[in-house]
């Protein structure tokens, strides 16, 4: 009879965990806690283009065309860097007012409205001016990686319908986004994997700030 009785308690413990006892917060929790608490960032990034397998390739998983890594910042509202270092050096800067888009073996700089900013930089849906969940409608997307992904679809009102993804995805790990997948309609994927990320630095304000070598052309966008 008391081997019974255990038997039903132990039943009863697992199937109803003791109130109080921590529970793992979900992604969407995670990802909102993330950008109402986190006012700035700087970590180290690794970016891969990839496409989906021609016919004549292992289906099994897509195809790496490009990597590329470098480091990032992040303050808000609305201010981040994004400088790749390998294979070339390019970088992305954004001011709080406009998009600026640097590389260094063209002697290039190309200027953006802060209004294409989303659409011109995947970096700018995680670290730029936005309000995640009025621009887009946040989903739970299960766990993959060890992570725990949040899938984001444009809201039509938003202004954002014409971003160039179909898909777009965070995953996150305690507390922090540990990647970033865009898909577009043609079958590529951008994979952004963060490491060494350090949450509410004190940063410069003149590492927003960027002057282009003499001689640079410069391009303007409207």
Sequence with gaps: MVRVFYSILLAFVLLNPVHGQPTTPSGIEQLKQFVKTVRSAQGEFVQQQMRSPKANEPQDKPKMIRQTSGQFVFQRPGRFVWDTQKPYEQKLIMDGKQLLMWDKDLNQLTIRSANQALAAS?????????????????????????????????????????????????????????????????????????????????????????????????????
């Design 122 to 222: 995947p970096a700018a849906i995680l670290f730029g001016d936005v309000v995640l969940d009025q621009q887009f409608d946040l989903e739970e997307a299960g766990t993959k990686t060890n992570l725990q992904w949040v899938n984001l679809k444009p809201k039509a009102k938003s202004g954002q319908g014409d971003l160039p993804y179909t898909q777009i995805a965070i995953g996150m790990s305690s507390g922090l986004p540990r990647a970033l997948e865009l898909t577009d309609g043609f079958g590529s994927m951008v994979l952004v994997i963060f490491n060494s990320m350090q949450i509410n630095p004190s940063v410069d304000p003149s590492r927003f700030q960027f002057k282009p070598l003499q001689g640079a052309e410069v391009v303007r966008l409207n």
